[in-house]
């Protein structure tokens, strides 16, 4: 399996942040293209190695940089826990990807991860090369940001592997019915982590303090940034159990956006693990669509200025 390579950069205000980053050694067969991951709320870097694995062994992407948020996986924790929101957390982005000189790209977001690509869109569009939004859209349903809130920074600490396991079966096995035994301990790999003989999650407990003083019910609706969205590609993976993505809030992302798909994950809720073949394969080949057409632009541009 490829490996990665951790990569540290400075924040605007000094905090240390760390991304993965996975490269093809000679450049792949779409002639550099890179794919940049962002997780989930309280989720890390980890979540996405079986696709980074996937769009480097299919040889679809040359590069995948995925980002951990500060107060995630590597990324050091902040001491104010109010700098634990999304325009700060933007701003570490731009750095990270300014750092690792990322131009452009195709961009893989999971829940938080796909609002951090609908602000990229609203203030950097040419960084966007394609769009993947796994579980998130422009309408958020307030019942799946209060189950989140209901356990984000509370779950009890697990005393085992197989402690931890059953932690998340007892929380989300509603949700996420199609997982096997051996996807259950994967998504516990990827939410703790065992130090000095305690098993810890992946994210600072502090995150829920931002998320406490949300109001329910005055969510911003996002179809603006969505639609600054439209001189991509777009594909929206929808877990089939999903609590925050509702399938209305799909059909009109598809009818929104001119060139827009969608693809529902079964037995899966929020926010797909990105794990099974078959999901992993479709968001393969959405990205090497967006190579194709990245070089059909190209090769329609140098026509053109040969005849001008």
């Known amino acids: ?4 390579t951790s990569r540290f950069v400075s924040a605007p205000d000094a905090l240390r942040l760390h991304a993965r980053d996975y490269q ?3 450049g792949g067969t779409t002639g550099g293209l890179t794919v940049v991951c962002l997780p989930g709320l309280a989720r890390t870097s980890a979540d996405f190695h079986v696709l980074a694995t996937a769009l ?3 040889r679809v992407a040359a590069r995948v940089l995925v980002i951990d948020y500060r107060g995630r996986g590597l990324s050091a924790r902040d001491p104010n ?4 929101d999304l325009p700060i957390e933007s701003a570490d982005l731009l750095a990270v990807l300014a750092a690792l000189e990322i131009g452009a790209a195709v961009f893989v977001g999971t829940s938080r991860g ?4 609908l602000m990229l869109g609203a203030v950097r569009p040419t960084i966007l090369q394609g769009v993947v939004l796994n579980d998130i859209g422009p309408v958020i349903e307030p019942r ?3 189950r989140i809130r209901g356990y984000i920074g509370k ?3 697990p005393k085992s592997w197989p402690d931890a396991i ?3 079966k007892h929380l989300a096995s509603a949700h996420f019915t199609a997982l096997e035994e051996q996807d259950w301990d994967t998504f516990a790999r990827t939410t703790f982590e065992e130090r000095d003989g305690r098993f810890v999650p992946l994210y600072d407990p502090a995150l829920m303090h931002n998320l406490a003083k949300l109001d329910l019910d005055a969510v911003p609706v996002l179809w603006p940034q969505f639609e600054g969205l439209r001189h991509v590609p777009v594909l929206v993976v929808r877990g089939e159990n999903s609590d925050l993505l509702s399938a209305a809030t799909v059909a009109e992302m598809t009818k929104r956006h001119p060139d827009c798909a969608a693809v529902t994950v079964p037995g899966q809720g929020h926010a797909p693990l990105l794990i099974d073949t078959p999901t992993t394969r479709r968001i393969c080949q959405f990205v090497e669509r967006c190579g194709f057409n990245l070089h059909s632009t190209a090769a329609a541009q140098r026509g053109l200025s040969l005849l001008s």
């Open 1 to 4: 399996m490829p490996a990665f």
């Open 24 to 26: 093809q050694a000679d």
């Open 56 to 58: 480097l062994e299919s």
């Open 81 to 84: 826990p109010d700098r634990y």
């Open 114 to 117: 796909g609002l951090h690509t």
């Open 144 to 146: 799946g940001l209060a």
């Open 155 to 157: 779950l009890p600490e």
């Open 166 to 168: 059953d932690l998340l």
